[in-house]
């Protein structure tokens, strides 16, 4: 049995999760990271991480400013605060033993652990490598702990949320990168840990530039010049929004934008900086095709999604690609272009909107984005829609009587759900929704040959007659969904009007 050590906290956040100022753990390594050893506190709430090397003023600093202000201002104790929680885990308290200077952090939610899946991963955290390459899907990972691709939407989704509160607070990961962002498909969830080397404005970054295939191209093209040239180029919000969107790419697709056929010198070293530094380019990049992917170069457990000729970045629909051009082209050398962290959450959550459940109940990805064809297909299996598909397309009124087409869809399938962010275009699906727009408003179901939407909670919803009169559509009271139908869903203000279109195949 390992020794119980316990020791007095030097600083702690006034709200940490954890109070007191003696901290206890057993002296036992349970994990190593890149430069820290982890030990498990005695009741398994929270661990303590020592570093290995000696922190000089800069690092002291920028642990007591996150343990204090940072701590602080993102966890506010409000229920907000409390969701934040669940998605950083910064650490609250600092302690010194044996001339180590250590951490306290939160002990991760049990969903971010294998457990008895026989593949010897029992027990190890849901790194985000085991999800984001095609072939460790394949040769490592049980088909039980792979969710399906509506689920990995939902952990973009937190991913980019989490990123944009860092941000917020003016601070940036500096190492985002599947290594430091758990997650869970089979809950749609994740979160960012090892977020004690973030950079704090108005301190010297800390010495970690990224994980390789994340650090963005100005970094790593800049990465062996001294600390004090004034062209080299450290981690910083601009390089994040980079990490994020190799992130979400690598988590729908399976594969990374920029790993292509071009070898740029035969020093393998040499070769990644040139690949993810200057001479970066986007593997389906639409005029420069410089760095297009092989199939004949690809093992067999990386298809099809290693092959962007049989899995375009197409797929993710119309929302992700244009950030992805945003992301690969326009941002890829130039910073300033890159989209925000909101942008993806944005996009993201739309795009959860676009998709259809696959008819084949054995398509490992179960969901996929409506492609706007009138014979929509599965691009994971290969399975055609068979039958209606109702569209829901969303106008919004910019003043009275006026509609404009607000370039936003929702896809209808049995047992969907409308809420109150489709209802309402000043209501989002974020960290801050009401308990009450939770609530579902309506739902759709596929009732004697004919689609139909109930109303749940709406006071103010009508159909649209042919003549314009309005008919109103009572709390608990249907109607169909026929082609060309326009439904008004609220008469309050950003009260959306949609217009039904029906795809028959």
């Keep these: 049995m390992a020794n119980k050590v316990t020791l007095t906290v030097k600083a702690i956040s006034p709200n940490a999760p954890f109070p007191g100022n003696t901290v206890e753990f057993y ?37 007591n400013r996150i343990v204090s202000q940072y701590y602080a201002h993102i966890f506010d104790g409000t229920s907000v605060g409390d969701y934040w929680k669940e998605k950083l885990y910064l650490p609250y308290g600092i302690v010194e033993w044996n001339g180590r200077i250590g951490v306290l952090i939160p002990f991760y939610s049990s969903d971010f652990f294998f457990h008895k899946n026989g593949f010897n991963l029992d027990g190890k955290e849901k790194n985000g490598k085991w999800f984001a390459s095609a072939k460790l899907r394949k040769m490592a990972l049980p088909d039980d702990q792979k969710g399906d691709w509506l689920k990995h939407l939902n952990m973009c989704i937190k991913i980019a949320r989490a990123t944009r509160r860092l941000h917020a607070a003016g601070l940036a990961h500096s190492d985002l990168s599947f290594n430091n ?119 067999p457990s990386e298809l099809p999604f290693g092959d962007p000729s049989k899995m375009p970045y197409t797929i993710c629909g119309p929302y992700l690609k244009e950030l992805f051009d945003k992301a690969f082209i326009d941002g ?30 054995s398509c490992h990805a179960h969901w996929y984005v409506f492609d706007n064809t009138t014979k929509p297909k599965c691009p994971f299996c290969g399975t055609e829609y068979k039958g209606q ?36 275009r000043f209501v989002s699906a974020n960290e801050k929704i009401t308990p009450e727009n939770r609530k579902p408003a309506g739902d759709f179901h596929f009732h004697n040959n004919q689609w139909i939407l109930i109303n749940r909670r709406l006071n ?34 950003g009260g959306r009007l949609v217009n039904v279109q029906l795809v028959n195949n």
Excluded at 272 to 283: C, T
Excluded at 412 to 421: E, I
Excluded at 475 to 483: D, E, K
């Design 27 to 63: 002296d036992e390594i349970k994990a190593q990271g890149g430069v820290k050893d982890v030990y498990f506190s005695c009741d398994k709430k929270y661990v303590v991480a020592f570093y290995r090397k000696k922190l000089d003023a800069n690092d002291k600093e920028r642990l």
């Design 181 to 299: 962002v758990l997650v869970d498909p089979i809950t749609g969830n994740s979160c960012l840990i090892d977020l004690d080397e973030i950079v704090v404005r108005g301190l010297f970054p800390p010495s970690v530039i990224g994980t390789p295939g994340f650090i963005a191209p100005e970094v790593m093209a800049t990465k062996r010049l001294p600390v004090g040239d004034p062209n080299k180029k450290f981690p910083c919000i601009e390089t994040d929004r980079h990490a994020l969107a190799v992130l979400i790419y690598m988590y729908l697709l399976y594969r990374h934008p920029l790993t292509g056929r071009k070898v740029w010198d035969l020093d393998p070293e040499k070769d990644e900086e040139l690949s993810m530094g200057e001479k970066a380019v986007f593997i389906e990049h639409p005029t420069n095709n410089i760095n297009r992917v092989r199939a004949s170069d690809l093992r």
């Design 332 to 361: 890829l050398h130039n910073p300033s272009a890159r989209p925000t962290a909101q942008m993806w959450e944005d996009a993201l959550v739309k795009t959860t909107d676009l998709v259809q459940p696959c008819q084949n109940p």
């Design 389 to 424: 598909l109702p569209i829901l397309n969303f106008y919004f009124s910019p003043r009275p009587g006026k509609f404009m087409d607000e370039k936003y869809r929702l896809m209808v399938y049995d047992n969907q759900t409308l809420y109150m962010w489709h209802v309402n």
């Design 460 to 493: 103010s919803m009508y159909e649209i007659l042919p003549d314009g009169n309005k008919q109103q559509i009572p709390v608990g009271g249907f109607v169909a969904l026929t082609n060309g139908k326009n439904i008004l869903l609220s008469t309050e203000d």
